[in-house]
């Protein structure tokens, strides 16, 4: 990109683009249920982050022309809201809340060439009173078309897309299986 010089490189401002369809069918959820995304202090910032994991695995980089339109946890909350036809915890006080701890959400590169966008953490599904109904595992890797930020923050967007398709699976599950009946109407 040209600066405003005609010789500067400008900042890159990346998201996850135009809103997606969302993978709900019209009436399918019964009750109230709010989306929250929560994050380390690390994720916090605008910095998209990757790990050199053939140089220093315990390294954690940022671009340094490229950054985030908003906080990280606050962008993939706003796409499995869109995904799960969800509203933020912030926005609304939900009978159960589907709560979701990112640990990691980063590019990561196994080589110069070689990277995918990594989304790791747990997800919770907690009752009217906030106690645990139930609980999993998340680890998603995507691969990187590009060896770049670009490429890196695409490869996420379609793990988050991916995370959302498995959080849909898995209230599914949970509801045929009426564990989350209490988030019902």
Not at 20 to 37: D, H, Q, T
Not at 73 to 91: H, K, M, T
């Amino acid at each position: 990109m040209i600066g405003p010089q005609g010789n500067e490189t400008s900042m890159a401002l990346l998201d996850f683009g135009t809103p997606p369809p969302s993978l709900k069918a019209a009436g399918e959820r019964r009750g109230s249920v709010a989306l929250e995304v929560r994050a380390p202090l690390w994720l916090d910032g605008l910095g998209i982050s990757y790990r050199l994991n053939h140089v220093d695995a315990l390294q954690l980089r940022e671009y340094a022309r490229s950054r985030w339109v908003g906080p990280p946890a606050r962008l993939v909350e706003q796409r499995l809201g869109q995904r799960l036809d969800l509203a933020s915890a912030g926005q609304m006080r939900g009978k159960c809340l589907l709560r979701i701890d990112l640990t990691e959400f980063s590019q990561v590169f196994a080589s110069p060439d070689d990277s995918s966008g990594l989304l790791q953490g747990r997800a919770f599904w907690l009752g009217p009173e906030r106690q645990p109904l139930a609980e999993r595992r998340l680890s998603i890797s995507s691969p990187a078309a590009t060896a770049d930020a670009r490429g890196g923050v695409t490869a996420l967007k379609t793990a988050v897309d991916r995370l959302a398709e498995e959080l849909l699976a898995w209230e599914r599950e949970l509801a045929a299986g009426g564990k989350i009946a209490v988030c019902q109407d």
